[in-house]
């Protein structure tokens, strides 16, 4: 392939008779590239043919192309074997030959040259089912062999990787995910790999990434893991945090309650159940007692517990506390849209309507920027100062909120905007944005986090428009109430919702 010679059968690749570091999983790529060669071949082909049996993202393909390319002395910006086709997939850019023939020919071939193209293609099938047959062990009796000691040692350095590297930011979670995807592709039934894994993405569902089918794969890879051990604590929280993400706030609770009763020193699980279950619902007092304790329990009291405390002690209103576990979050690489939204609620509260705009806008895309979204955001909060600039601020804001870019804004982005409405008293405008972070169809929640924003004490007006009952309604929060108790701040009447007190 160019200059490159590429030893199948050793799994070399060499370069003026110098071998290239270029091995494992990152050979699998390449040689999946050659067998496509000189065709496209799509993300998820590539994807089969390289973790084959195995889920991974998206994100675990670029990583390996990107090792790739490194191995070879290749470039993203100016290309020399590898080119990528933006949106569907990659292709070689020289041809890949055998000896002075074409590797993979859209033409037939002569009668005789397909037979022994047949013959040779059927001893690679062979040669490939003795291979997997060694690694993976032969089916006996209904069951697998599990992987050998080294490939096990591997998946569990992946692991290990992969825990470590967590800190609550969409990029960590991304990077863990790859590696949990590599520690599979050695070990298919590792439970720490799959629950792991389950987690990880149900976090970046919640944190508002678009993930495809997040919640689905990642109940996939918990209910795997719990099949395999049914006590796995992690599998059972991510389990338990989709079904609050999905609405099913009751199955959820259990979930958390079981797991805390059989793990009271975790503190993990308690900081998920405050901030994926008991904020969304209402229930702040027991939000932040959760996720006091979980940072009390917690051995190292600056990372994820002390972020989702932050997040109950703001929706709380108790701002000098939030913004302390807040400065925490920022020091350990947390998720900085969390953060912003710290400030921006402390900053508001205090009337530094100015610092809260400047915080709101540093988080937002390019898009939104080009599409106004500054100027609009710090009319907004002028407007909070001036009434009198309510009518330019609300102008302002829906000329945002109608514009395409608006419909890729993330959750943490819309935060500040449903605040800024509800402060005005724009309470049409208000219901048209929560029905854009409602679910479309079938019974998956995604927008999570903008459900804990409609219990601050900025959304108060809101919780007291004669709408809003229909709104949780929707959310199939009232059951849950009345199983266990109103949000706080408010009370059931009559089986139906009151925020009216002041």
Same mark, same amino acid.
């Given at each position: 392939?160019?200059?490159?010679?590429?030893?199948?059968?050793?799994?070399?690749?060499?370069?003026?008779?110098?071998?290239?570091?270029?091995?494992?999983?990152?050979?699998?790529?390449?040689?999946?590239?050659?067998?496509?060669?000189?065709?496209?071949?799509?993300?998820?082909?590539?994807?089969?043919?390289?973790?084959?049996?195995?889920?991974?993202?998206?994100?675990?393909?670029?990583?390996?192309?990107?090792?790739?390319?490194?191995?070879?002395?290749?470039?993203?910006?100016?290309?020399?074997?590898?080119?990528?086709?933006?949106?569907?997939?990659?292709?070689?850019?020289?041809?890949?030959?055998?000896?002075?023939?074409?590797?993979?020919?859209?033409?037939?071939?002569?009668?005789?040259?397909?037979?022994?193209?047949?013959?040779?293609?059927?001893?690679?099938?062979?040669?490939?089912?003795?291979?997997?047959?060694?690694?993976?062990?032969?089916?006996?009796?209904?069951?697998?062999?599990?992987?050998?000691?080294?490939?096990?040692?591997?998946?569990?350095?992946?692991?290990?990787?992969?825990?470590?590297?967590?800190?609550?930011?969409?990029?960590?979670?991304?990077?863990?995910?790859?590696?949990?995807?590599?520690?599979?592709?050695?070990?298919?039934?590792?439970?720490?790999?799959?629950?792991?894994?389950?987690?990880?993405?149900?976090?970046?569902?919640?944190?508002?990434?678009?993930?495809?089918?997040?919640?689905?794969?990642?109940?996939?890879?918990?209910?795997?893991?719990?099949?395999?051990?049914?006590?796995?604590?992690?599998?059972?929280?991510?389990?338990?945090?989709?079904?609050?993400?999905?609405?099913?706030?009751?199955?959820?609770?259990?979930?958390?309650?079981?797991?805390?009763?059989?793990?009271?020193?975790?503190?993990?699980?308690?900081?998920?159940?405050?901030?994926?279950?008991?904020?969304?619902?209402?229930?702040?007092?027991?939000?932040?007692?959760?996720?006091?304790?979980?940072?009390?329990?917690?051995?190292?009291?600056?990372?994820?517990?002390?972020?989702?405390?932050?997040?109950?002690?703001?929706?709380?209103?108790?701002?000098?506390?939030?913004?302390?576990?807040?400065?925490?979050?920022?020091?350990?690489?947390?998720?900085?849209?969390?953060?912003?939204?710290?400030?921006?609620?402390?900053?508001?509260?205090?009337?530094?309507?100015?610092?809260?705009?400047?915080?709101?806008?540093?988080?937002?895309?390019?898009?939104?920027?080009?599409?106004?979204?500054?100027?609009?955001?710090?009319?907004?909060?002028?407007?909070?100062?001036?009434?009198?600039?309510?009518?330019?601020? %609300?102008?302002?804001?829906?000329?945002?909120?109608?514009?395409?870019?608006?419909?890729?804004?993330?959750?943490?982005?819309?935060?500040?905007?449903?605040? %800024?409405?509800?402060?005005?008293?724009?309470?049409?405008?208000?219901?048209?944005?929560?029905?854009?972070?409602?679910?479309?169809?079938?019974?998956?929640?995604?927008?999570?986090?903008?459900?804990?924003?409609?219990?601050?004490?900025?959304?108060?007006?809101?919780?007291?428009?004669?709408?809003?009952?229909?709104?949780?309604?929707?959310?199939?929060?009232?059951?849950?109430?009345?199983?266990?108790?109103?949000?706080?701040?408010?009370?059931?009447?009559?089986?139906?919702?009151?925020?009216?007190?002041?």
């Amino acid at each position: 392939m160019g200059d490159l010679h590429i030893d199948v059968g050793a799994r070399r690749v060499l370069r003026h008779e110098v071998d290239l570091d270029v091995s494992g999983l990152t050979f699998d790529l390449l040689l999946a590239l050659v067998q496509a060669s000189p065709a496209l071949a799509t993300f998820d082909e590539l994807m089969e043919r390289v973790w084959a049996g195995v889920i991974v993202s998206p994100e675990t393909l670029t990583q390996r192309v990107k090792l790739l390319r490194q191995a070879l002395g290749d470039s993203a910006d100016q290309p020399r074997y590898i080119a990528a086709v933006r949106g569907h997939g990659y292709r070689l850019i020289p041809a890949a030959t055998n000896g002075d023939q074409e590797l993979i020919r859209k033409t037939p071939y002569p009668k005789r040259r397909q037979l022994a193209v047949a013959a040779v293609a059927g001893l690679v099938v062979i040669g490939v089912a003795a291979l997997a047959a060694a690694w993976w062990g032969l089916r006996d009796g209904g069951g697998q062999r599990a992987p050998s000691a080294s490939l096990q040692a591997e998946a569990e350095q992946f692991i290990r990787q992969a825990q470590g590297i967590t800190s609550g930011s969409p990029a960590s979670f991304l990077a863990a995910m790859s590696l949990y995807d590599e520690a599979l592709s050695r070990d298919p039934d590792s439970v720490s790999a799959l629950a792991g894994r389950a987690m990880n993405r149900a976090a970046l569902v919640w944190t508002g990434s678009p993930l495809g089918r997040g919640l689905d794969l990642a109940q996939r890879d918990a209910e795997r893991a719990l099949t395999l051990a049914p006590s796995n604590l992690e599998a059972t929280a991510a389990l338990a945090s989709i079904n609050a993400m999905r609405g099913n706030w009751r199955e959820a609770d259990a979930q958390f309650r079981a797991a805390i009763t059989a793990h009271p020193r975790d503190p993990g699980i308690r900081a998920r159940y405050a901030v994926s279950l008991l904020l969304p619902t209402g229930q702040l007092r027991r939000a932040v007692e959760e996720a006091t304790q979980a940072q009390a329990l917690s051995a190292d009291r600056e990372g994820f517990t002390a972020a989702m405390l932050a997040l109950a002690r703001s929706a709380q209103g108790s701002d000098a506390e939030a913004v302390r576990y807040a400065d925490l979050m920022l020091v350990r690489g947390g998720d900085p849209r969390q953060v912003a939204q710290v400030y921006i609620s402390a900053a508001s509260r205090s009337g530094h309507y100015q610092e809260a705009a400047e915080r709101a806008i540093s988080v937002m895309t390019v898009e939104l920027h080009d599409a106004g979204a500054d100027a609009a955001i710090r009319q907004g909060f002028a407007a909070l100062a001036s009434p009198a600039q309510r009518d330019a601020a %609300l102008s302002a804001l829906r000329k945002l909120t109608n514009d395409p870019a608006w419909e890729n804004a993330d959750t943490w982005t819309h935060w500040p905007v449903l605040h %800024l409405l509800s402060g005005l008293g724009a309470m049409d405008d208000l219901h048209a944005e929560m029905a854009r972070l409602l679910p479309k169809g079938g019974d998956t929640f995604p927008q999570i986090i903008a459900v804990g924003a409609l219990w601050s004490p900025e959304m108060r007006p809101f919780r007291q428009d004669r709408r809003f009952g229909a709104l949780v309604e929707r959310l199939r929060l009232t059951d849950f109430w009345r199983n266990v108790a109103a949000p706080d701040g408010c009370k059931l009447v009559d089986g139906e919702l009151d925020c009216s007190a002041p």
